[in-house]
């Protein structure tokens, strides 16, 4: 959620008095944290928080991407009448937070939504990975979401969630990967054109 700015430094002290716990789960959090990218620990400094890079996580929305698909695939669990209202729900909701939209709301929809996705499939390893994976790039998302519109990124979202819906009432679970891939693609590729603007942008400033 970038409530911690990225290049500020962790305290575990100061993370423990606010979380009202001990050093210890801190730093098993930390340590966490560090394998999935998401800190980075400096000799000599201590814990950093790393700054989200849209250029340093192509591989990584590729292969979410490729995951996507296999959502339908492997083990899926078919969705119950209180699951779809779930669904029924944020796309209620969404039509709501589009009348005052903010960064904030929007993630949180995400999330909620996201959720919702990796309980589609049974395979537990997939559900971590995909997991994993969506926390590494949901800051980069929140980071680029001033440039990118957030109106446009809500009726995106919005269009996403209507057709997983769509999908999940008539059972069609292979669908929903396909969905899900190419609404992943779609924001993927719409960073990366933001990106590439802003790239020239900066060089024709500099020229």
Wanted: hydrophobic share 40%; aromatic share 8%; charged share 30%.
């Amino acid at each position: 959620m970038l409530e911690y700015a990225p290049s500020s430094r962790l305290s575990e002290e100061e993370l423990a008095k606010e979380f009202s716990t001990s050093r210890t789960p801190v730093r098993r959090v930390l340590a966490r944290l560090e394998s999935e990218g998401l800190v980075e620990s400096v000799h000599g400094v201590g814990t950093i928080v790393t700054d989200p890079d849209i250029g340093e996580l192509v591989q990584i929305y590729h292969l979410r991407m490729e995951l996507a698909l296999l959502v339908g695939k492997l083990s899926p669990i078919p969705r119950s009448a209180e699951d779809l209202e779930r669904i029924r729900a944020l796309i209620a909701r969404c039509d709501e937070e589009m009348r005052n939209p903010t960064q904030k709301a929007f993630l949180h929809l995400n999330m909620a939504f996201f959720t919702e996705i990796r309980a589609f499939t049974g395979n537990l390893p997939l559900r971590e990975i995909s997991e994993r994976l969506y926390y590494q790039v949901v800051r980069v998302v929140l980071k680029m979401m001033p440039k990118l519109g957030l109106a446009e990124e809500y009726s995106a979202f919005r269009n996403e969630m209507q057709a997983v819906l769509s999908a999940a009432e008539i059972g069609d679970w292979e669908a929903i990967g396909y969905i899900r891939r190419a609404h992943i693609s779609m924001s993927f590729h719409r960073m990366m054109a933001y990106a590439e603007k802003s790239e020239l942008s900066e060089e024709r400033s500099k020229a």
